[in-house]
């Protein structure tokens, strides 16, 4: 969870994050970034949030980054999508070796 400290507020003013779910361990993976990580995980755990994600059915938050511009937001989403697959994994497992579900942990 980088950057995620359970004191730092994910619902405050001039936070974005960048996310990466993921259907299952070593599954399919999505990086998406946003102001509202509560609300937008909700989303794809609804299957509202993009088609992508409901077609593959991945809704499991397991790395969290939090930035205070958009701009970095944007640009480090972007980083991340352009890395290779085992980039991703290795940065989820840094964190959350047990690819837990953190979304759990931010409600």
Known sequence: MAGLDPAIQVTGMSNYFVYIL???RNGTLY??????L????FEHKEGTA????KKYRVSKLVHIEILTSPQDAIQRETSLKRWPRKWKIDLIEKDNPEWDDLFDKLV
């Open 38 to 41: 509560v609300r937008r995980v």
């Open 22 to 24: 993921a259907s299952k």
């Open 50 to 53: 993009s088609q992508f994600t």
């Open 31 to 36: 990086v998406g970034v946003t102001n509202d």
